[in-house]
């Protein structure tokens, strides 16, 4: 991955996890009304001052995690979204607020499911269960402390509020192992239709090129060739030529009659090999039907297109095919030149004409047509 996506990729994740921490904001500011509900009401048995301590402790501790994530310094850790470290801070602060609850703190220990469902969706299961037994053991703790402090005012209430706890903290154990099991099976589908939609992809892309070539010579067929000539007139810029050719091989009728089809076919292939050899990157040669080939050259000249197709010419009768010995391979050109606002059929039509006079000529050679052409 580049430099650039990485860092795309990051601003992405922190923009999640900001939207992530602003929901876990917004649950602390609405656990404080209902707390400082209950101090105006008299459900809060310590002082006020104690409250605002309470208060300022859990938003400074969410300060920090701000500044964190809006400093990237996150990143460094290897669970970027700090869920587990959130969810034991909140946990941790847990025992210090209920112990200032008397008749309702069975009421706040709703608390406990808030803060755990936070990390239902991102922690392991073993993670969970770990911050589910540091908040049984917080609370456990808290009466502990309160019983070596004073004896319990209702112990009864006390053993209640620990095995409801503890049977919740069970059952959202259990749950969250189901939901991270059901997660990875969604992952494991998700990257199948995923591996499923490459093989597509790649079958389509098999299939377009198949479209779009000739089997036998690799080269485009007539079909792509018009396709892309005509994209290629499109684009054309005042002042731009583009040269056009037809070739035939000379006598591929008596080659297949003395030699047989399957030379005939290496003579094709041969043909192709050389031209790829002879030609640019972004000129366009194709089978046109036969033996017959057709050449595209974008922004060339007449003297650059036909130093083009006499290199060619020349590279071709020089050539042999694998396995076959032939006395001579030669093959005839029409060249004609494109210019904007040119139609394709009349350009084919005036380079069938020179293509037509060099056979006429004794073959083995390249004719052009420039009229049209301004050239």
């Given at each position: 991955?580049?430099?650039?996506?990485?860092?795309?990729?990051q601003?992405?994740?922190?923009?999640?996890?900001?939207?992530?921490?602003?929901?876990?904001?917004?649950?602390?500011?609405?656990?404080?009304?209902?707390?400082?509900?209950?101090?105006?009401?008299?459900?809060?048995?310590?002082?006020v001052?104690?409250?605002?301590?309470?208060?300022?402790?859990?938003?400074?501790?969410?300060?920090?995690?701000?500044?964190?994530?809006?400093?990237?310094?996150?990143?460094?850790?290897?669970?970027?979204?700090?869920?587990?470290?959130?969810?034991?801070?909140?946990?941790?602060?847990?025992?210090?607020?209920?112990?200032?609850?008397?008749?309702?703190?069975?009421?706040?220990?709703?608390?406990?499911?808030?803060?755990?469902?936070?990390?239902?969706?991102?922690?392991?299961?073993?993670?969970?269960?770990?911050?589910?037994?540091?908040?049984?053991?917080?609370?456990?703790?808290?009466?502990?402390?309160?019983?070596?402090?004073?004896?319990?005012?209702?112990?009864?209430?006390?053993?209640?509020?620990?095995?409801?706890?503890?049977?919740?903290?069970?059952?959202?154990?259990?749950?969250?192992?189901?939901?991270?099991?059901?997660?990875?099976?969604?992952?494991?589908?998700r990257?199948?239709?995923?591996?499923?939609?490459?093989?597509?992809?790649?079958?389509?892309?098999?299939?377009?090129?198949?479209?779009?070539?000739?089997?036998?010579?690799?080269?485009?067929?007539?079909?792509?060739?018009?396709?892309?000539?005509?994209?290629?007139?499109?684009a054309?810029?005042?002042?731009?030529?583009?040269?056009?050719?037809?070739?035939?091989?000379?006598?591929?009728?008596?080659i297949?009659?003395?030699?047989?089809?399957?030379?005939?076919?290496?003579?094709?292939?041969?043909?192709?090999?050389?031209?790829?050899?002879?030609l640019?990157?972004?000129?366009?040669?194709?089978?046109?039907?036969?033996?017959?080939?057709?050449?595209?050259?974008?922004?060339?000249?007449?003297?650059?297109?036909?130093?083009?197709?006499e290199?060619?010419?020349?590279?071709?009768s020089?050539?042999e095919?694998?396995?076959?010995?032939?006395?001579?391979?030669?093959?005839?050109?029409?060249?004609?030149?494109?210019n904007?606002?040119?139609?394709?059929?009349?350009?084919?039509?005036r380079?069938?004409?020179?293509?037509?006079?060099?056979?006429?000529?004794?073959?083995?050679?390249?004719?052009?047509?420039?009229?049209?052409?301004?050239?």
């Open positions: 991955m580049s430099s650039i996506s990485r860092r795309a990729s601003r992405s994740l922190q923009t999640l996890l900001l939207k992530r921490f602003a929901m876990a904001g917004m649950s602390y500011a609405m656990m404080a009304l209902v707390c400082w509900f209950a101090v105006f009401n008299g459900l809060f048995i310590g002082s001052g104690t409250a605002v301590w309470l208060s300022l402790g859990v938003f400074g501790c969410q300060l920090v995690f701000l500044w964190l994530f809006l400093s990237g310094r996150n990143l460094r850790f290897h669970d970027p979204s700090l869920t587990e470290a959130q969810v034991l801070v909140a946990l941790a602060w847990q025992p210090p607020v209920l112990a200032m609850f008397d008749s309702a703190r069975g009421l706040m220990m709703v608390f406990y499911v808030l803060i755990l469902l936070f990390g239902l969706f991102q922690l392991r299961p073993r993670v969970f269960t770990r911050c589910a037994a540091f908040a049984f053991f917080g609370f456990v703790a808290l009466l502990l402390f309160e019983a070596y402090r004073m004896p319990l005012v209702d112990p009864s209430m006390a053993w209640m509020q620990v095995w409801v706890l503890f049977i919740l903290l069970v059952w959202l154990c259990l749950f969250s192992g189901y939901v991270q099991a059901l997660r990875k099976r969604m992952r494991q589908r990257f199948a239709l995923q591996a499923h939609q490459d093989t597509l992809r790649g079958m389509m892309r098999q299939l377009e090129n198949l479209a779009a070539t000739d089997e036998l010579t690799g080269l485009f067929n007539r079909r792509h060739f018009l396709r892309l000539a005509g994209r290629e007139l499109q054309m810029a005042p002042g731009q030529q583009h040269g056009l050719a037809l070739i035939d091989l000379d006598h591929f009728k008596r297949n009659d003395r030699y047989g089809h399957s030379v005939g076919d290496r003579v094709l292939q041969t043909f192709a090999s050389v031209v790829r050899s002879c640019r990157d972004g000129d366009i040669i194709a089978r046109y039907g036969g033996e017959e080939f057709v050449l595209l050259l974008p922004n060339t000249d007449a003297d650059q297109f036909s130093s083009c197709c290199r060619l010419r020349e590279a071709f020089n050539a095919p694998v396995g076959v010995k032939i006395d001579s391979l030669s093959l005839s050109v029409g060249m004609t030149l494109l904007v606002g040119d139609e394709l059929d009349e350009a084919l039509q380079a069938d004409q020179a293509l037509y006079q060099a056979k006429r000529s004794g073959r083995n050679r390249c004719e052009a047509t420039w009229n049209k052409a301004n050239a």
